[in-house]
C-alpha cells in the first residue's frame, strides 16, 4: 500500500469506530501540519523503517488485533470480547508516541564489494522523553478518555521485549488481558509481516 492508501484506510477505520468525545479531535491532530504520523517511519532500522512505516504497522496491528480476538480460543475459552472502539482505538494508537521522533539522517553501510556507502537513513531524538508505552498513553489521553484496560493494553503493549521490570509486565499481562493480546498483534505484525530490514 502507499502513503495515501493507508492514510485513508486509517482514517475511514478510525472514523467508524472512534466515536468517543475527543476523538475527531485527536484524528484532527493526526492530520494537521504539527503531527507526521502518517509519514513516519516505525523504527530507525528495522520493521517499517521507511515514510509510511508507522502508518502502516500501526493498520498491521489493528488486522492482527481483529484476527486474533476472532479466534475460536481467544473467544470461547478465554473468555475475550472487546468493542469494535477499543479494538480500533489501541492498535490503531499504541505507537502514537513515535510521532515527531524520527529524523532524516545517514549512515555508513558497507556495500557488496565491501565499500562504505552513506545511505539515507533515520536517526531518534525525542524531544518528550517519557517512555513508550506511557508516552502514547499520555498524548491520547490529552484528546480521549481511554478505560483502564485500554490504558494498561497501551501502556504494556512492547510486552517484555521493553525496559520494564518484569514482574511488572507479567502482572500487567495477566490483570489485562487486552495488553497481552495487544502484544502478540504487535510482535506478529512486527516480527512475520514486517519483519527486519536489511541494514
Not at 63 to 92: N, Q
Not at 149 to 163: K, L, P
Request: charge should be negative; charged fraction near 30%.
Amino acid at each position: 500500500m502507499d502513503l495515501n492508501e493507508n492514510k485513508k484506510r486509517f482514517v475511514d477505520i478510525y472514523r467508524k469506530f472512534v466515536t468517543r468525545a475527543g476523538a475527531e479531535d485527536l484524528l484532527n491532530y493526526l492530520l494537521s501540519a504539527k503531527s507526521d504520523f502518517f509519514t513516519a517511519p516505525a523504527s530507525t532500522r528495522f520493521h517499517g523503517a521507511y515514510d509510511g512505516g508507522l502508518a502502516e504497522h500501526s493498520l498491521h496491528v489493528y488486522d492482527c488485533l481483529k484476527d486474533y480476538l476472532a479466534r475460536e480460543r481467544v473467544r470461547e475459552e478465554y473468555g475475550l470480547s472487546y468493542s469494535d472502539e477499543t479494538i480500533a482505538l489501541v492498535s490503531l494508537l499504541h505507537d502514537i508516541c513515535k510521532m515527531g521522533v524520527y529524523k532524516r539522517s545517514f549512515r555508513n553501510v558497507k556495500d557488496d564489494n565491501g565499500v562504505w556507502q552513506k545511505v539515507p537513513s533515520y536517526e531518534f531524538r525525542d524531544s518528550l522523553p517519557y517512555g513508550h508505552g506511557e508516552k502514547s498513553v499520555y498524548i491520547i489521553s490529552g484528546f480521549i478518555k481511554l478505560t483502564r484496560e485500554e490504558a494498561f493494553a497501551i501502556r504494556y503493549h512492547m510486552g517484555f521485549s521493553g525496559e520494564e521490570n518484569k514482574n511488572t509486565v507479567g502482572s500487567a499481562l495477566e490483570m489485562f488481558p487486552l495488553a497481552l493480546a495487544l502484544n502478540i498483534a504487535d510482535m506478529e505484525s512486527t516480527f512475520y509481516i514486517e519483519g527486519k530490514q536489511k541494514s
